[in-house]
Nanobody
Framework: QVQLVESGGGVVQPGGSLRLSCAGTERPSSVTAAGWSRQAPGKEREFVAAITWSGGDTYYSNSVKGRFTISRDNAKNTAYLQMNSLKPEDTAVYYC???????????????WGQGTQVTVSS
């Protein structure tokens, strides 16, 4: 099991920015990507973004494409989610994930982080 620790959540006004971090322990060879999902109150958890560790290929949901940027630092085993132009509908608990791209898109990754709250409100 990969241990994941998230940080960087908080409260921000609409149009503002936040940067989430996800630090992980050493990962097995089956874990080829890192990503983020989110869950708003009363809604199912949804895929947000993912990135491969080796090539840095990125994937985004349509709802965040053009506003969010995922990146990674292989040396630090850390992934980042830069969130710009935030909207109230981005309010959710954001969960870091480790697995394959497909597993994260389908909501069944190898490991989940504990989650960090992001609130967008004026």
């Amino acid at each position: 099991q990969v241990q994941l620790v998230e940080s960087g959540g908080g409260v921000v006004q609409p149009g503002g920015s936040l940067r989430l971090s996800c630090a992980g322990t050493e990962r097995p060879s089956s874990v080829t990507a890192a990503g983020w999902s989110r869950q708003a109150p009363g809604k199912e958890r949804e895929f947000v973004a993912a990135i491969t560790w080796s090539g840095g290929d990125t994937y985004y949901s349509n709802s965040v494409k053009g506003r969010f940027t995922i990146s990674r630092d292989n040396a630090k085993n850390t992934a980042y989610l830069q969130m710009n132009s935030l909207k109230p509908e981005d309010t959710a608990v954001y969960y870091c994930a480790a697995g394959t791209i497909a597993s994260m898109i389908h909501g069944d990754p190898h490991s989940w982080g504990q989650g960090t709250q992001v609130t967008v409100s004026s």
